[in-house]
């Protein structure tokens, strides 16, 4: 495997992620998000359930944030915040003038457990026993 371009500077403005192709084999997903301090490269979907962060990923200064479960990630330490239980993978990734190029050895993935499912119901009314009355 090689540096592959995945995409422009230009076509990802300072807080916010896109999800790209890398063209190894019959292409890989990735997410680009571009944070204050640069570029990171990493799996589409967060590692908590699979949400697609592109769609569900808020990026402010260098904190994303999972706005499903608000599972957060410092992008310039990698550092897990608030609800986050699990670290980001991450893909090298380079700047080439204008190009972002990301090094694709394999595609990274997590594992997700079919049992780690959220009552979608209750997790932002935890306290819904005290609603009754
Ligand atoms: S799916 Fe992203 S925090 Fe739960």
């Not at 990735?30 to 990171?40: D, E, K, T």
């Not at 897990?80 to 700047?95: M, N, R, S, V």
């Amino acid at each position: 495997m090689t540096w592959t371009k995945v995409c422009e500077k230009s076509e990802i403005p300072e807080g916010s992620i896109k999800k790209v192709w890398a063209r190894v084999g019959s292409g890989i997903p990735i997410a680009v998000a571009h944070h204050r301090s640069g570029f990171v490269a990493i799996p589409p979907v967060c590692p908590h359930l699979e949400e697609p962060l592109d769609e569900s990923g808020l990026l402010l200064g260098c904190k994303l944030t999972c706005t499903k479960h608000l599972w957060s990630w410092d992008l310039e330490t990698f550092e897990l915040q608030d609800e986050a239980e699990l670290p980001l993978k991450t893909y090298d990734l380079k700047i080439d003038g204008n190009d972002i190029m990301v090094y694709v050895a394999e595609q990274l993935e997590y594992t997700f457990d079919e049992d780690d499912d959220i009552d979608e119901n209750t997790f932002f009314d935890e306290d819904e026993d005290d609603d009754v009355w």
